[in-house]
């Protein structure tokens, strides 16, 4: 009697440990979010009161709210065709079965070993209106801070350039998958390259291809660090993003109420973004 209640334990057991850490970092802040969400909370972040859905009144007739939601979604709808593109190209570059081309990959994914931070940093220094060279190799003196336009760009290709990598090391895997019997049957059809491409590669690479449309989607609308480091939200709050707004509200302006309920509202769009991604999934997507 004993060994059996001990044999339906112990795999409860052996996942405590996860179970414990998920709690503490996962389920207890997201329970802690949700009511503060509806309560009226001091400078502390200590609740007070309860204030059922005033913080979310409060931010649906924010127009700032709206502005920054706007910003986010903006970011989104461009930065990630672009990462998905550059990654596929960079992917096909490489992807050379017949000759090594370990150099090439090698340089194609280090942006990977840079932190955001870190990469933040060199391409501001890059965008520098007197010493940059961007500038220089423009030959024009341009302010990438002085306009939302030229600021958006800044972070867009900084963005790019940060997860260049990755969208390489995934669509390169991608199209290592692709069976040598598809091409050579191709090449015996007479197909040229472009053909090949079209009509075998990137349909044996969607599901590789969708699986980066949602975690660059994710990132997009979860981009912060870039915005921090090079325009804090500038000029004028043009580039404040649903994140940035989030760590301003809680951190620098202390209103926690509307931090969490700005987090909350978040984590729907972002819920919402992927159930519509996944039933895409159905029309475009082919598995082998």
Do not use: H
């Given at each position: ?78 930065l990630v065709p672009f990462q998905l593109f550059i ?202």
């Open positions: 009697m004993k060994n059996s209640i001990v044999k339906k334990i112990e795999p409860y057991l052996y996942l405590l440990p996860v179970f414990v850490l998920f709690g503490m970092f996962v389920f207890y802040p997201l329970v802690r979010t949700v009511v503060m969400s509806v309560s009226s909370v001091n400078t502390m972040g200590e609740i007070v009161k309860f204030a059922g859905i005033k913080n979310f009144q409060r931010l649906f007739l924010s127009q700032e709210f709206w502005r920054n939601l706007k910003t986010t979604f903006t970011f989104a709808v461009i990654g596929l190209l960079m992917a096909l570059l490489a992807d050379n079965r017949k000759r090594k081309s370990g150099t090439i990959r090698v340089i194609f994914a280090l942006p990977m070993s840079i932190s955001y931070a870190c990469g933040s940093m060199i391409w501001m220094l890059m965008f520098n209106a007197n010493t940059g060279i961007i500038n220089y190799l423009l030959g024009r003196q341009i302010s990438w801070t002085g306009s939302r336009g030229s600021a958006m760009v800044m972070i867009l290709v900084t963005t790019c350039w940060l997860t260049a990598g990755m969208n390489f090391i995934y669509t390169l895997s991608g199209l290592q998958s692709v069976p040598d019997e598809l091409y050579e049957c191709s090449r015996l059809e007479g197909s040229n390259y472009w053909q090949t491409v079209r009509y075998i590669t990137l349909p044996l690479v969607t599901p590789t291809m969708f699986f980066l449309l949602i975690i660059n989607t994710i990132n997009a609308f979860q981009i912060f660090t870039q915005v921090k480091m090079m325009t804090e939200g500038g000029p004028g709050g043009g580039t404040t993003v649903l994140a940035y707004s989030i760590y301003e509200s809680a951190f620098i302006s202390n209103r926690w109420g509307n931090a969490c309920a700005q987090s909350l509202v978040f984590f729907v769009i972002l819920l919402i973004m992927s159930a519509i991604q996944f039933r895409v999934e159905k029309k475009g997507v082919f598995y082998q």
